[in-house]
T-cell receptor, first 113, second 113 residues
Framework: AQSVTQPDIHITVSEGASLELRCNYS??????LFWYVQSPGQGLQLLLK??????LVQGIKGFEAEFKRSQSSFNLRKPSVHWSDAAEYFC???????????FGTGTRLQVFP | DTAVSQTPKYLVTQMGNDKSIKCEQN?????MYWYKQDSKKFLKIMFSYNNKELIINETVPNRFSPKSPDKAHLNLHINSLELGDSAVYFC????????????FGQGTRLTVV
């Protein structure tokens, strides 16, 4: 069965520091992979997605993610975090034979000034 | 213009009541979804509709009945509400039935007392 694991429940970083949020997936074929961000009281906004091709994908707000098939990972990175990045981040995998997204449990990012 | 809009944003009701949540998308998408986010922020798909036809029903109690009058609308009706139904419900839409980019609404926080 498809699944997504986000090992870090809560991460705290200082503003200006670099960030990496981890995501591992379990899927029988090449997955569709997504990172969504949920700001407090808001819906989910897509940061970036990977379907095929270049394994390093660029997203909005200065985020990027790298697909590593050998590690079944799709980690999200940002070189310099801003206070406005404080939010909940969700990794998701798309099941190709259906249209549903399977989400990880989320990582809460806290940013200190 | 809001792409995916849900009403109401907050809903507080007593056990045993029947309530509805409405969702509309103006993106021209043909697939719409309901996701449930529990108190631990875990997101799980409940239903998906493609061109008004039910595609996914993820073993949701039959007290939950989605209704899609047209491609742009997917409403969720819940009968005999229970305490465990308290959650945030997200509507989403996408184009096509493969797991492509989904656009989410802001969510409806349902509290059953």
């Amino acid at each position: 069965a498809q699944s997504v694991t986000q090992p870090d429940i809560h991460i705290t970083v200082s503003e200006g520091a670099s960030l990496e949020l981890r995501c591992n997936y379990s899927y029988g074929a090449t997955p569709y992979l997504f990172w969504y961000v949920q700001s407090p009281g808001q819906g989910l906004q897509l940061l970036l997605k990977y379907f095929s091709g270049d394994t390093l994908v660029q997203g909005i707000k200065g985020f990027e993610a790298e697909f590593k098939r050998s590690q079944s990972s799709f980690n999200l990175r940002k070189p310099s975090v801003h206070w406005s990045d404080a939010a909940e981040y969700f990794c998701a995998v798309g099941a190709i034979n259906t249209d549903k997204l399977i989400f990880g449990t989320g990582t809460r990012l806290q940013v200190f000034p | 213009d809001t792409a995916v809009s849900q009403t109401p944003k907050y809903l507080v009701t007593q056990m045993g009541n029947d309530k509805s949540i409405k969702c509309e998308q103006n993106l021209g998408h043909d697939t719409m979804y309901w996701y449930k986010q529990d108190s631990k922020k875990f997101l799980k798909i409940m239903f998906s509709y493609n061109n008004k036809e039910l595609i996914i029903n993820e073993t949701v109690p039959n007290r939950f009945s989605p209704k899609s009058p047209d491609k742009a609308h997917l409403n969720l009706h819940i009968n005999s509400l229970e305490l465990g139904d308290s959650a945030v419900y997200f509507c989403a839409s996408s184009q096509g039935i493969k797991a492509t980019e989904a656009f989410f609404g802001q969510g409806t926080r349902l509290t059953v007392v």
